[in-house]
């Protein structure tokens, strides 16, 4: 990492589409104020239909419909079980689409890398050469907001069922997961 008053490459990423959400606005003027003191900064994110890895402002984009029947079929062999959750399966499968999409991106040429999310720090710490820094900036509860859609659809389960129940419990993992990273 380069020392004080010098310029840093930096990688501002996210699982979730840009422009667009809740996190846009932190992200845009994170960029701008980083520009700004001139260092340089590239934004990775997932396009809506979770098909591309864009790099948001380079316009560069890796397809990820080529790899999904790679993936699934991985998936299925590895954890059979899996696709009969199909909120933990999905899940999954994005996340590795994102995955497969970053290994076609150079994260070796960063200083540092700035996650947006727990998923995409799981997924980034996975990916990333060890010696490049890695922060992350939560801007959520994504096992309470899979909580609050689940009890939306199924009002007559208790809390303490969903809060118990595999896709509740995945996604309490994989946020733990994604903070440790």
Same mark, same amino acid.
């Given at each position: ?30 960029? /701008?104020? %980083?520009? +700004?003191?001139?260092? $340089? ?9 979770? &098909? ?64 947006? /999310?727990? %998923?995409? +720090?799981?997924?980034? $710490? ?9 922060? &992350? ?45």
């Amino acid at each position: 990492m380069q020392g004080d008053g010098e310029t840093m490459k930096i990688l501002i990423a996210t699982i979730f589409p840009l422009p667009g959400g809740g996190i846009w606005s932190f992200v845009s003027n994170l960029h /701008d104020g %980083l520009v +700004a003191k001139g260092h $340089s900064v590239d934004i990775i994110c997932s396009n809506s239909t979770n &098909t591309q890895v864009l790099n948001l402002l380079k316009g560069n984009t890796i397809e990820l419909l080529p790899f999904r029947p790679m993936i699934e079929r991985k998936l299925r062999k590895s954890i059979p079980r899996l696709i009969e959750d199909p909120w933990v399966y999905h899940a999954e499968v994005n996340r590795y689409l994102f995955e497969r999409g970053l290994a076609e991106h150079d994260l070796s040429q960063y200083d540092l890398i700035h996650c947006q /999310d727990v %998923l995409s +720090a799981v997924s980034i $710490s996975r990916m990333k050469p060890a010696h490049i820094p890695m922060v &992350t900036s939560i801007h959520g509860f994504l096992s309470g907001a899979i909580f609050h859609q689940i009890k939306a659809t199924n009002p007559g389960k208790s809390d303490g069922d969903i809060w118990s129940s595999f896709v509740l419990q995945y996604y309490a993992r994989l946020e733990k997961i994604g903070y440790d990273s």
